[in-house]
């Protein structure tokens, strides 16, 4: 088991003006999957995620990431596993603006010790494969919000990560560009055998997960299994199951 989250709440503020993002949430990942997490603005998916992502703490719940009580872990043992592990894309992205295009994406791989050789060719390797090339020198604040997405799913991959968790990687992205983003995870997680956790308001992007779980208030509503269905089938699954929801998920 990749994910193991147990009674997890989250309740943000003190003294009066408590906001509870999650409410007991139980759920378990296996590796290999590829989970979806939708929901409408506001019903806990990114506080989720930062917890998994152990950026932020729950507030009470058990939470095993590959079997490793993310709560007992010290400081640094949590950055080498972060490090090492696990590949984010934040819904803003967190490109650091000190850093050319280049050297946020291959940060993780820096900061591990891969040789220099080894990291330009996987620089130039992701950067084709994601059209940032002519972007590389540039730094984040000079390119566009597409180009900056784009950039940091660069980044949560390139250290082919065994957990990666995604919050919106597509939501600034044309159609062609978030294609593109989604058959990469979709290779990772097939030939790489990465897990990956998605947050998404899209059915499309959506409809390449295997598994996809509804959030509302804080909990889990509703789950759709793929099965054996084909993308596009599945697609129109879930665009029935937004419009029993009401709402936009
Ligand atoms: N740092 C914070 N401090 C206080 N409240 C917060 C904080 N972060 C989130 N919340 C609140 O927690 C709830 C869940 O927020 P969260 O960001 O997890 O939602 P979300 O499902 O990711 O929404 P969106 O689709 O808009 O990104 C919301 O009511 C939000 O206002
Ligand atoms: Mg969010």
Avoid: W
């Avoid at 967190?94 to 850093?99: A, K, S, W």
């Avoid at 989604?182 to 997680?189: D, G, I, Y």
């Avoid at 499309?204 to 295997?210: I, K, M, T, V």
């Amino acid at each position: 088991m990749i994910v193991q989250a147990r009674n997890v709440s989250k309740t943000y503020g003190s003294n009066g003006h408590l906001n509870k993002a999650l409410d007991n949430i139980t759920m378990t990942i296996l590796e290999g999957e590829f989970v979806g997490l939708m929901g409408p603005s506001g019903a806990g998916k990114t506080s989720l995620l930062n917890i998994f992502s152990t950026i932020d703490t729950a507030s009470s719940g058990e939470i095993k990431i590959m079997g490793k009580d993310i709560n007992a872990m010290k400081e640094a043992e949590l950055a080498n596993f972060r490090r090492h592990e696990l590949g984010f894309v934040f819904q803003d992205y967190h490109l650091l603006d000190t850093l050319s295009v280049k050297d946020n994406i291959v940060l993780p791989l820096a900061l591990s010790g891969v040789p220099v050789h080894e990291i330009e060719k996987r620089a130039q390797e992701i950067a084709h494969k994601l059209d940032l090339v002519d972007v590389l020198s540039q730094f984040p604040y000079q390119i566009s919000g597409g180009q900056k997405q784009r950039a940091a799913v660069a980044r949560a991959m390139i250290a082919k990560p065994r957990l990666v968790l995604a919050d919106e990687p597509t939501g600034a992205l044309d159609s062609k560009a978030a294609t593109d983003v989604l058959e990469r995870l979709q290779t990772l997680n097939q030939t790489d055998r990465a897990t990956i956790l998605l947050v998404t308001h899209d059915a499309y992007a959506a409809s390449f997960c295997q598994r996809i779980i509804f959030m509302k208030d804080g909990r889990f509503d509703q789950e759709l299994d793929r099965r054996g269905r084909s993308r596009v089938e599945f697609f129109h699954v879930i665009l029935d199951m937004l419009a029993t929801l009401g709402g936009n998920a």
